[in-house]
């Protein structure tokens, strides 16, 4: 059985459910982003790659486009289900974190552009209850 409790009427059900799907990450924690130039979709997911909005006319690769899991951030990479357009699962974005990390150690290695100071002072003056979300 399973029981829940709507916030909203407050009404309590129950059910004779015998498995559950949690499905967290549904609604991303991404507020905090809002003044670090990281661009976000209309749901608030973080914007990478080619989904950048093209007007942010920033590159690390000399192609005037970011890496696939780079934001609108030169240097600031985002993966798994904060990202706009990922498939929400765990598999994925660990997968997706390998892919970033080697993106960003190819950022490096070429000596191309850091994240800009504000970027890294938004991020370090997040909730610290955000900083699990990412």
Wanted: no cysteine; net charge neutral.
């Amino acid at each position: 059985r399973v029981r829940w409790h709507n916030n909203v009427t407050g009404e309590e059900t129950e059910k004779p459910i015998r498995h559950v799907f949690l499905f967290i990450g549904a609604d991303p924690a991404t507020i905090w982003l809002r003044d670090s130039g990281v661009a976000l979709d209309s749901r608030n997911f973080v914007l990478t790659g080619s989904d950048v909005p093209s007007e942010s006319g920033r590159s690390n690769n000399g192609s005037g486009r970011p890496l696939p899991l780079e934001t609108s951030v030169p240097g600031v990479f985002a993966s798994g289900d904060v990202r706009s357009g990922s498939v929400k699962r765990v598999g994925a974005a660990i997968g997706e974190g390998a892919v970033a990390a080697a993106e960003l150690h190819a950022v490096l290695a070429n000596g191309a552009a850091v994240p800009p100071r504000e970027a890294i002072d938004t991020v370090r003056k997040r909730p610290h209850h955000q900083m699990r979300e990412t």
